[in-house]
Each structure stands twice: as structure tokens, then as C-alpha cells.
């Protein structure tokens, strides 16, 4: 009788280590999901046409695709390397205002439908 007694004592163990180490996966995969969400809260993105870029002040003026014009700090020097005015981009913009990232984006002509006439 021991014996199956400690059978059964030692699956609820086991029952219990594993619903531990299950709850505690799951808080850390919570905690890190909000973490992620609270970086991405600390800034904003836009897009648009750029106008002018200024190597010297390190500003860039965007016309957003609602047409408002916007001048923006950048925050490395890098990211105007093979910036110019007619280039579609992304601006990622920090709280402080400075675009941390530009990604430039292509635009995909618009293909016309088989047998449609030109």
C-alpha cells in the first residue's frame, strides 16, 4: 500500500512542479511582451516625400502623406546617407522629437490587368 501511495503523492508532485514551471513561463512571456509594448509606445512613425535634407543641421523636411510639412532632427548622421528630396520614406521619431530611423520605401507601379487596354 506505501508503495502505491507514494505513486500517487509523487504524480501530484510532479502535476504541481509543472504547473509552476508553466505559470512562471507564462509571467515571464507577459512581462516581456509588455515590456516590447511600452518601447514601442516611446515613439511614433510617419510617412512621406522628402523635401530638403540638411547635412549641416542635421534636420530633414518631410511632407506627410496628409500633406503637412514637417521639419525633424536626426540623430545620426548616418541616416542621411543616400537621403534626397523626392524619396518616399519612413520616419520612426523618438519622445525627444529626433528620427532614430528612416527607412526608405519603394513604390510599386500599379501593373495593369491581362488584356486590359493601355
Known amino acids: 500500500m506505501r508503495g502505491k501511495s507514494r505513486a500517487c503523492c509523487g504524480a501530484g508532485t510532479r502535476f504541481g512542479i509543472v504547473l509552476m514551471v508553466v505559470l512562471l513561463l507564462g509571467g515571464a512571456a507577459s512581462t516581456y511582451a509588455a515590456s516590447s ?3 514601442d509606445q516611446t515613439s511614433q512613425a510617419f510617412s512621406g516625400i522628402v523635401e530638403e535634407v540638411n547635412t549641416t543641421t542635421m534636420k530633414i523636411l518631410v511632407k506627410t502623406d496628409i500633406g503637412k510639412s514637417v521639419t525633424v532632427d536626426v540623430s545620426k548622421p ?24 528612416i527607412m526608405k520605401n519603394t513604390v510599386i507601379p500599379e501593373l495593369k490587368a491581362p488584356g486590359a487596354k493601355k
Do not use: N, Y
Open 37 to 39: 509594448e511600452r518601447a
Open 78 to 101: 548616418e541616416l542621411l546617407k543616400d537621403l534626397g528630396p523626392g524619396d518616399r520614406i519612413t520616419v520612426q521619431v523618438s519622445e525627444q522629437g529626433k528620427a532614430t530611423k
